[in-house]
């Protein structure tokens, strides 16, 4: 599934929906893999590409499970 880069509103929060991610008003970085609750990648790399997509360096490991490259969950 493409994700969808979001950007915090007003208050810094993050609200977002299935496949989409961004960085909080923290500075954060997290996701919402499809059908699963967000997930923040705290103790990873994540790199920015010049199109604004991301890349986590680690698999996620949350309810659900596979890879964010590039802007594209890949599940497994």
């Known amino acids: 599934m493409n994700g969808k880069r979001i950007y915090p509103d007003k208050r810094g929060s993050l609200p977002l929906l299935d496949g989409e991610y961004g960085r909080n008003g923290a500075g954060v970085w997290c996701g919402k893999p499809p059908g699963h ?40």
């Open 37 to 76: 609750r967000m997930v923040c990648f705290f103790d990873t790399d994540v790199t920015e590409h010049e199109d604004k997509t991301i890349t986590v360096a680690r698999k996620i490991e949350s309810a659900w499970r596979g890879r964010l490259t590039k802007g594209e969950w890949i599940p497994g």
